[in-house]
Each structure stands twice: as structure tokens, then as C-alpha cells.
């Protein structure tokens, strides 16, 4: 029987609140299905080592000892999903040596086209296999200021850009008012693939992409660094204190031996939920539009 529309946009609200906003594939997968397939996998699996068992004489050899057969290879369907999709949510699992692993592969870039390349090739991160897009950056990477966000967000994922759902609008609008836009600003965010349902990530995930991240600063070799938002600033000052104590002041960061000044800010998303914070805002925006000019007058200067 078919639903009627009630029922329909009440199932699609439900899928709403749980975090399920976007669609992943062109066409629909049967989770069941492969829930049902998975199970007689293993149900023909289990008969098939007990007849062993028994042709083996209990599955022992000589003294005893369990036989040492070759583990099968895994079932080509999973609840997870079907086939290389299943198997790929599988190795991205984070091992021990994951964080090692995006570390060497971040180094062995020699420039950005490569960085990027390396980022979307990357299986080792798990929120890879649930986002639509790799969202790499915009804006100009020639720009004296990068900014950093923590992750994208629904409209990111679709567009595979940073900042440029309601938040990315209030972003542009908020850099307008001290004379910039995407072409004199750097933007990317900490991770490249979006959290479902907008989740915050887990350290695990973080720490997985923090090598991108930082490779990615060092080729860019910004003069001033904006982390924006909380989870940004916390996550590249490798510190627990909150946004509203680190907002407004200056920090260094180390970056390809080099020391950066960087400017934690309030973060767009944060101003569109409370909005009489927006003065505080302008503060920061005032602070860093200050220190574009003092960088502008240096290198007049030196010119002369």
C-alpha cells in the first residue's frame, strides 16, 4: 500500500532529526536485504567449519592442536553496504598506524595539487565513506589570511566548497566589512568530509586529518591564521579553553618552523543562533583588518 503524504513527510522528518539530510547514492539500497544475505553468509559459514570439524577429528592435528586453517575472505555483502563499499567502511576503521600514515602521505606533498590529491585518495578516516564530497578549500591561496573551520556542513557537502551555507553567507558578509572577500581570504576547515548529521567529531577523526591540515597551512604560508569557531581554535591551539576566553587575542602557532599570529573568532553558525554576540564579532574582525594594514604598511616600507 502506498503511503499517503502525511505519512511520508512524517517519515521524512524522522530521517531528519537522526541526522539523514542527504542522499549518498544516485539509487536506493536495501539494508535489509544485505542484513538477510549477511546472516545466511555466516549461517554457511558456521556449517561449513563444524563439517570440517568433524572431518578433521574435532579439528585437531596430531597432538591436539587446533588445525591452523586461512581465515575466508569476507562476505561480499554487509549491512554497511554492498561489495567495495562495504570493504572500504571496513579498512576505515582508525589503526594505530593511521594518524603515522596521513602524516607521511601529508609530507610527501609538494604542493597543493598534490595535497589534495592525497586528501581525497585518503581511505584511512571513516566520515570518507558517509559524506557526498571532499571539501578541500576556496578563496585564493596567494592570500596573506587563511581561514580555518572545523568541518563542513550539508550545503558544503553538496557543493564540495567551505562556508557556503547560511553560515558561509553571514562569513562573506561579516569579511565585507573590513574589505575582503574569497579572493584576498584562503578558507578550508580542519576536516574534509562532513560528520553525519552534522556530529561533532570524534578526537579519533580529528586526529586523523590534523596532518592534512597543518601540511596544508605550511604550503599556504599564510601571515595571519583565523580559526573559526571554538572546535578550529581548540583543535589547532591543542588547548581545552573554551571560544569566548580565547576570542579576540592573538596567538602563535607553529607551523613549518615558522610562528603564525592566528586569531580565534566566534563562529558564523554561533552568531546566526545568537546574534547579540555579533559585537564581539566586529571586535575581532576590527583586530584583524588592523593587523592587514600594519602587514601592508611593512611591506610599503620595504618597498621604499
Same mark, same amino acid.
Given at each position: ?37 549477511? =546472516? $545466511?553468509? /555466516? +549461517? !554457511? ?10 572431518? @578433521?577429528?574435532?579439528? &585437531? ?51 597543493? =595539487? $598534490?595535497? /589534495? +590529491? !592525497? ?10 565513506? @558517509?559524506?557526498?564530497? &571532499? ?170
Amino acid at each position: 500500500m502506498t503511503p499517503n503524504p502525511a505519512d511520508m513527510a512524517e517519515i521524512l522528518a524522522w530521517y531528519a532529526d537522526a541526522g539523514v539530510d542527504i542522499a549518498l547514492d544516485d539509487a536506493p539500497i536495501d539494508r535489509f536485504e544485505q542484513s538477510k544475505q549477511a =546472516a $545466511a553468509a /555466516k +549461517a !554457511v559459514k558456521s556449517a561449513s567449519s563444524k563439517a570440517v570439524a568433524r572431518a @578433521t577429528g574435532g579439528g &585437531t592435528a596430531g597432538g591436539g592442536q587446533p588445525t591452523q586453517r586461512p581465515s575466508p575472505p569476507p562476505s561480499p555483502t554487509s549491512p554497511l553496504g554492498g561489495g567495495a563499499a562495504a570493504a572500504q567502511m571496513e579498512r576505515a576503521i582508525p589503526d594505530a598506524g593511521v594518524v603515522e600514515r596521513a602524516r607521511e602521505l601529508a609530507t610527501g606533498a609538494s604542493d597543493l =595539487a $598534490a595535497l /589534495k +590529491a !592525497v586528501v581525497e585518495s585518503f581511505d584511512g578516516c571513516n566520515l570518507k565513506f @558517509t559524506a557526498r564530497s &571532499t571539501v578541500f578549500a576556496d578563496g585564493n591561496p596567494q592570500a596573506r589570511i587563511m581561514l580555518i573551520g572545523e568541518a563542513p556542513g550539508r550545503d558544503e557537502d553538496e557543493q564540495g566548497l567551505p562556508f557556503v551555507g547560511r553560515s558561509g553567507q553571514l562569513l562573506d558578509k561579516m569579511l565585507a566589512a573590513i574589505g575582503l572577500d574569497r579572493t584576498k581570504v584562503y578558507i578550508t576547515n580542519v576536516l574534509p568530509w562532513r560528520p553525519p548529521g552534522n556530529r561533532t567529531p570524534t578526537s579519533a577523526e580529528t586526529d586523523i586529518c590534523l596532518p592534512f591540515v597543518e601540511r596544508h597551512i605550511e604550503l599556504v604560508a599564510p601571515d595571519l591564521l583565523v580559526f573559526v569557531g571554538g572546535s578550529s581554535a581548540k583543535t589547532m591551539l591543542r588547548t581545552t579553553t573554551g571560544i569566548m576566553s580565547l576570542r579576540g587575542k592573538w596567538q602563535q602557532v607553529s607551523i613549518g618552523g615558522r610562528e603564525i599570529p592566528a586569531m580565534p573568532c566566534l563562529h558564523p553558525a554561533y552568531l546566526l543562533r545568537t546574534p547579540n554576540h555579533k559585537a564581539l564579532a566586529w571586535r575581532d574582525l576590527l583586530a584583524i583588518q588592523a593587523r592587514l594594514a600594519e602587514l601592508a604598511a611593512g611591506d610599503e616600507s620595504e618597498a621604499t
